[in-house]
């Protein structure tokens, strides 16, 4: 009787295991956190939100245009981009309120991942993040 049970539970965890095995395979992407291999839509959206909410420095899940331009909690906000902050601000404050919300960098956010994602899997690979950063900093790229 001991035996039997003994016996049926470790099959028991030889499937498990092998079950558990089977579904690590080598397509399963993995997330990207600080230099994932791959970095999906929802992960790229939280770290969008993230940066840009570190700079609500009256914590109302908002930022505005003088929290922007001033740099926020982060002392960059928009000082942090390339260009005219105010023109960037106006860029992601799509409906004129004067503040950007979690609507609004979700919506950026979603734009630019999908340029950035080259071969359209819906996740971005570290040589699509790097080909998107060399392109940013290449003088002679007309962005098409």
């Known amino acids: 009787m001991i035996n039997a049970f003994w016996t049926t ?3 028991g965890l030889a499937v498990l295991s092998a079950t558990a095995a089977g579904a690590q ?3 399963t992407p993995r997330r990207a956190g600080r ?3 791959t970095m999906t839509l929802q992960d790229f959206t939280a770290r969008a939100e993230r940066r840009m909410l570190a700079g609500d420095v009256d914590g109302d899940g908002r930022v505005s245009r003088a929290e922007f331009q001033s740099g926020g909690k982060s002392g960059k906000g928009g000082k942090g981009g390339k260009g005219d902050p105010a023109r960037r601000f106006g860029r992601l404050d799509r409906n ?3 503040m950007v919300d979690r609507q609004e960098i979700g919506t950026v956010a979603a ?4 340029r950035l994602d080259a071969d359209r899997n819906g996740s971005l690979t570290r040589e699509e993040r790097a080909a998107a950063r060399t392109a ?7 962005g098409a």
Do not use: V
């Open 9 to 11: 539970s470790l099959a």
């Open 25 to 27: 395979t080598p397509e």
């Open 35 to 37: 230099g994932g291999a």
């Open 96 to 98: 004129g309120d004067g």
């Open 111 to 114: 734009r630019r991942f999908a």
């Open 136 to 142: 940013a900093a290449d003088p002679d790229d007309t």
